[in-house]
């Protein structure tokens, strides 16, 4: 049994002897005090706090409790006991006078109990202390048996025959286990009290609830953001403190339950929950919580950052992109600007030109890089799978789906970029799932029936002619102009062979340490010879070709024997040890479309005449409004 912490008045040795012995029979912790003055004892227990309730007397506690905060308890003897007291009274030969408080209803059937007891008595009730005055005056003769200790003390006093009615251990018992049951249930309401009033203080939202058109609960977030005071607003009237506060007033609106609605405080935008909910058996209470919703979103922000852990995000920067020709350098200073927007971009190049670099850059350097960065290959997948990666799927969606389903790709990229590589490859009926999340910012899992809203930047890549297989019916013209509102040419390795030394020195250092051109006895001649190369195969076939060299190692760092061997097997028939010469272009097909030829001989052309249109319009034997539409048409810078 818990330690119960129980003080005691008593108005006597035998009383105290009473509780004491009950205390031990049923495991309690009493302090007894017979005391005079009985509410200075009990103001000592409760400055002290070392009891937490206390038992007397029937007077006595009335008296107490009226006076006190600590929680008293009142021993009435039982009727066993006024029994008892009668039948001593009955010894003495004279007239009986029961004489009690007054109480509603009755506390006892003193009829009953005097039948019992063998001896008829009068009964006598008083209240006040002067109608037991007057009841005393007209008793002279009589015995009085008193159940009160008080008017026993006072009929004596008048020197009439007084047989007390003494409170059995019986009364006691029960007056103990009532005090040890109210402390217990006492001490669990002021704990769950505690609790409540911490989680209160504690929490994040702004609570207020409202019983009965009142104010009931208001805590510390309410108060800071309304600018109210608790002890102001607890007790009135919901109305009347809307009525003086802007704050409140928005907060409560009408009072009927809403969810998650956007409520502004000045330019405070707060997430508003109301709802209705029982607080007894007749009673019911509206609760109304709230938020700022900048919270919310840093919260968001948070779960996107433990996204980044599990490698949603973008490792590549401008800084990392190597080469210093001109051409690549305007495709950066371009991409830089196309960062500070938040339009969807289009990536368009050849394979192997890096566009998921230029992708993760410009992410980087956005307003959305603290926000995860998504990748996919969207012909990597086939189009059943590739729809449930991109948009999700909820449980039971389809054999084989994951337990509770699973979050798409969209929404893993919410306040980030997603980066659909390939994206000229998505079937017909993907292009228009894409379409309109672009349109509606917003997701529909495969099975679901509940749309998430998204928030996420679009960047996009194919080395497919998009414009083109509009025209042949195979891309939607729609979702064309909605990818390409920004448009991104990655120029080809070929178009900028100054770049080629550059970048193979820094693929050989990143596989083979920071002094492997030493080591390997890299000279700007050997530079010189890659760039009689045309790459066809970009920067890829440039990284696989230094990765050869560094797996097979350089057996003659002078004559470079293995270095020349590997390039003379890229070279194609026919070209070996042969360049473009100043004036002339080669292409890096013999024959294929029409417009593939064009684009690199004009390609090719304004690099070497470096952008003069009027002096590539007289070399090529057109006009310059025919070259404009030319370049223009093929998106030629």
Not at 37 to 53: H, L, T
Not at 182 to 197: E, T, Y
Not at 328 to 346: F, G, N, P
Not at 613 to 623: D, K, N, V
Request: net charge neutral; with cysteine; hydrophobic share 45%.
């Amino acid at each position: 049994m818990d330690k119960v912490q129980i003080g005691v008045v008593s108005p006597g040795p035998a009383f105290s002897a009473t509780v004491r012995q009950a205390a031990r029979e049923l495991g309690l912790t009493v302090t007894v005090r017979e005391e005079s003055s009985p509410e200075a004892a009990v103001r000592d227990w409760e400055a002290g706090s070392r009891v937490g309730i206390v038992v007397a007397s029937g007077g006595t506690a009335e008296l107490l409790k009226k006076q006190l905060s600590l929680p008293v308890v009142g021993v009435e003897p039982g009727g066993l006991d006024i029994g008892e007291a009668l039948g001593r009274a009955g010894g003495h030969g004279f007239r009986i006078v029961l004489l009690d408080r007054k109480r509603r209803p009755p506390r006892y059937d003193y009829g009953r109990i005097s039948a019992v007891a063998g001896a008829a008595c009068e009964v006598r009730l008083y209240g006040a202390d002067g109608e037991l005055d007057a009841c005393l005056a007209e008793l002279d003769g009589a015995v009085v048996v008193a159940v009160q200790a008080s008017a026993a003390a006072k009929a004596a006093a008048r020197g009439l025959c007084v047989v007390p009615v003494e409170t059995g251990p019986e009364a006691v018992r029960e007056a103990l286990l009532r005090a040890a049951d109210i402390f217990r249930a006492r001490r669990r309401d002021v704990r769950l009290c505690q609790s409540l009033h911490a989680v209160l203080a504690n929490a994040y939202d702004g609570i207020m609830a409202v019983e009965e058109g009142e104010v009931t609960l208001f805590n510390p977030v309410a108060e800071k953001i309304t600018g109210l005071a608790a002890r102001d607003v607890l007790g009135r009237a919901v109305t009347a403190v809307c009525r003086t506060n802007a704050a409140c007033r928005a907060l409560w609106g009408d009072g009927t339950p809403v969810a998650d609605a956007l409520v502004y405080l000045g330019e405070l935008p707060l997430v508003v929950n109301r709802r209705f909910g029982p607080v007894g058996p007749d009673s019911t209470a509206t609760l109304v919580t709230f938020q700022a919703a900048d919270k919310i979103r840093r919260l968001e922000a948070r779960l996107r950052q433990q996204l980044h852990q599990q490698g949603l995000v973008a490792r590549f920067r401008f800084h990392d992109i190597v080469g210093s020709s001109a051409m690549l350098a305007e495709t950066v200073r371009e991409a830089r600007k196309y960062a500070r927007s938040e339009a969807a971009v289009l990536i368009t190049g050849e394979s192997g030109t890096g566009k998921e670099l230029m992708a993760q850059s410009i992410h980087n350097e956005s307003a959305r890089k603290d926000g995860p960065f998504v990748a996919i290959n969207c012909a990597a997948l086939p189009e059943g799978l590739l729809e449930s990666e991109l948009f999700g799927y909820e449980e039971g969606a389809f054999t084989g789906a994951r337990k509770g389903g699973k979050q798409g790709l969209f929404t893993l990229a919410h306040l980030g970029t997603i980066f659909l590589d390939e994206v000229g490859e998505l079937s017909p009926g993907l292009q228009a799932r894409l379409l309109r999340v672009l349109q509606e910012k917003e997701v529909m899992p495969v099975g679901g029936q509940r749309i998430h809203p998204v928030d996420v930047r679009v960047i996009s890549s194919t080395n497919r002619d998009l414009a083109r297989e509009v025209e042949e019916g195979r891309f939607r013209r729609d979702l064309f102009f909605r990818l390409n509102v920004l448009h991104l040419q990655i120029p080809p390795l070929r178009e900028r062979l100054e770049d080629v030394p550059e970048l193979f020195i820094h693929f050989l250092e990143r596989l083979a340490g920071p002094d492997a051109a030493v080591r390997f006895g890299i000279t700007p001649a050997l530079g010189e010879e890659l760039k009689r190369h045309l790459w066809p195969g970009n920067a890829r076939e440039l990284q696989g070709f230094t990765e050869r060299y560094v797996a097979l190692g350089e057996d003659n760092p002078v004559a470079h024997a293995t270095f020349y061997a590997l390039l003379a097997k890229l070279v194609p028939a026919g070209t070996a040890g042969e360049r473009p010469l100043p004036g002339q272009v080669q292409l890096a097909i013999d024959l294929g479309p029409m417009p593939d030829m064009e684009r690199q001989i004009l390609t090719q052309a304004a690099r070497l005449i470096k952008g003069n249109r009027l002096e590539m319009a007289r070399i090529l034997g057109i006009s310059r409004t025919t070259l404009w539409k030319k370049l223009k048409e093929l998106e030629i810078g």
